[in-house]
């Protein structure tokens, strides 16, 4: 019963570099989020997913990318890390459809950029 | 603009009493679903009650429910008989329809801190 798996959990970059972080769902939904959490922040939505091979921005896209080419997966990626983007990253996923769809989030990925 | 809006930081309130966190919202889509989830120390999300906007009545989820007003676009959280496990950050959030995309945005969360 893995529901929304994130990888990795944490790691550390250098400013430029680039990594991708993999969401996974196991539970056949059709929406997938990503997130980003400041300290005593809530959650902003980066990019997010209606079904597979769609994307759309959110509240904060920049510098970050997106692809879902799968649908149990959902990828966010960031082509040149800056500070600015150290911050716990989660990723979310739902039932499409009216009512009681409620998200459910995998563990957080913590990125540090220095 | 901001479209959810949790104006208190932080919260305390005594063991065994009730708390209300509140939570405005602003939408022009009719069809949105309003949620509220708890975030402990430990970091994980854990959804607590759902709203939807053609609900009639309020919902209810144990010792939570949800105060709507939609008239007010108030979306407020009642936690009653609070313990002391239920110290954390809450968060409210709000999923429009087809006329927002269908995306899920949260409020900046308000900390409950509950006394013994």
């Known amino acids: 019963n893995a529901g929304v798996t994130q990888t990795p959990k944490f790691r550390v970059l250098k400013t430029g570099q680039s990594m991708t972080l993999l969401c996974a769902q196991d539970m056949n939904h059709e929406y997938m989020y990503w997130y980003r959490q400041d300290p005593g922040m809530g959650l902003r939505l980066i990019h997010y997913s209606v079904g597979e091979g769609t994307t759309a921005k959110g509240e904060v896209p920049d510098g970050y990318n997106v692809s879902r080419l799968k649908k149990q997966n959902f990828l966010l990626g960031l082509e040149s890390a800056a500070p600015s983007q150290t911050s716990v990253y989660f990723c979310a996923s739902s039932y499409e459809g009216e009512g009681d769809t409620e998200a459910f989030f995998g563990q957080g990925t913590r990125l540090t950029v220095v | 603009a901001q479209k959810i809006t949790q104006t208190q930081p932080g919260m305390f309130v005594q063991e065994k009493e009730a708390v209300t966190l509140d939570c405005t919202y602003d939408t022009s889509d009719p069809s949105y679903g309003l949620f509220w989830y708890k975030q402990p120390s430990s970091g994980e999300m854990i959804f607590l009650i759902y709203q939807g906007s053609y609900d009639q009545q309020n919902a209810t989820e144990g010792r939570y429910s949800l105060n709507f007003q939609k008239a007010r676009k108030s979306a407020n959280l009642v936690i009653s008989a609070s313990q002391l496990g239920d110290s954390a950050m809450y968060f409210c959030?709000?999923?429009?329809?087809?006329?927002?995309?269908?995306?899920?945005?949260f409020g900046a969360g308000t900390r409950l801190f509950v006394k013994a």
């Open positions: 959030a709000m999923r429009e329809g087809l006329g927002g995309g269908f995306k899920t945005i």
